[in-house]
């Protein structure tokens, strides 16, 4: 019988899938996030097979070495920054991830982030229930229509183009992008602008949303020269990774003006955020939870699942991850 080790509990349908299929699975007690000494220690109790991880599992060569029976790590994220890839391919231990399944989640938390931000719901919500709503008045907490507007995507992959998508079909925005590789359909679908560099679009949109990998060339992609580019009007969205931001300098952006507001799914040192972010007005942060629907939290269960399932058979998984 198959080993499986989960990292913390998963929506009942991964764990099914791996049940049905003769799998022994142990499922971390701990309504939290294993410390890296936690984690080692769980993963030498028994001969695991394979280990579902999650996105907040440091996997390096400790871990590895804790559980060398273990030939597959497969992570319940699209992300997996988490996990030494290089030294996985050293080890010949095949690492996959949940991409494509949450494309469309992600894509409509990153428009609700736009609506919010640009439309002061939060601060309305605040102003309500502090007492201060005396009735209509024509002054009130003035937002910015995004109709006609220009959005700036960084990154033009899937969610990123799904985000166009709703974005241009839905509210009327104009689109302009940058990625590192051109994408002439994408353009002609939503007479997107192709931009030459991370600057230009920060100089040109009036949103810019960011949709790239963590990667060492993408880290504080944002930072203080970006923001300094932007128009004072215009307005920042993550549901990437934190640590494309540098957290610090947008605190500073916001508070001096240089834009006008921000809006945060995830942290550059989650989960701990920068000193002054939850001070300011002008930014809607939420916990990390721009995939956190029933159907998708579900459908990435079943996959991380089925990769180990199929891994388990002789398959190849479907979504193996290569550096």
Known sequence: MKKVYVTRAIPEVGIALLEEHGCEVDISSKDGVLTKSELISELQNKSYDAVLSLLTDNVNSEVFDAVPSAKIFANYAVGFNNIDIEEADKRGITVTNTPGVLTDTVAEHTVALMLTITSRTVEGDWFVRAGKFEGWAPMLLLGTDLKGKTL???????????????????????????????????????????????????????????????????????????????????????????????????????????IRGAALDVFEDEPKLAPGLTDLKNVVITPHIASATEETRGKMAEIASKNIIDFFDGKTPDNVVKK
């Open 152 to 258: 700036g995507i960084l990154g033009a992959g899937r969610i990123g183009q799904r985000v166009a998508h709703i974005a241009s079909r839905g509210l009327g925005m104009n689109i302009c992008y940058f990625d590192v590789k051109q994408n002439e359909e994408f353009e002609k679908e939503y007479d997107a602008v192709f931009k030459a560099s991370v600057q230009d679009v920060c100089k040109t949109a009036d949103v810019v949303t960011v949709h790239v990998p963590l990667l060492d060339s993408t880290k504080h992609l944002i930072n203080k020269e970006m923001l300094s580019v932007m128009k004072n009007t215009a307005y920042l969205v993550n549901s990437s990774r934190g640590q494309v931001i540098k957290e610090s300098a947008l605190v500073e952006a916001l508070k001096n003006g240089s």
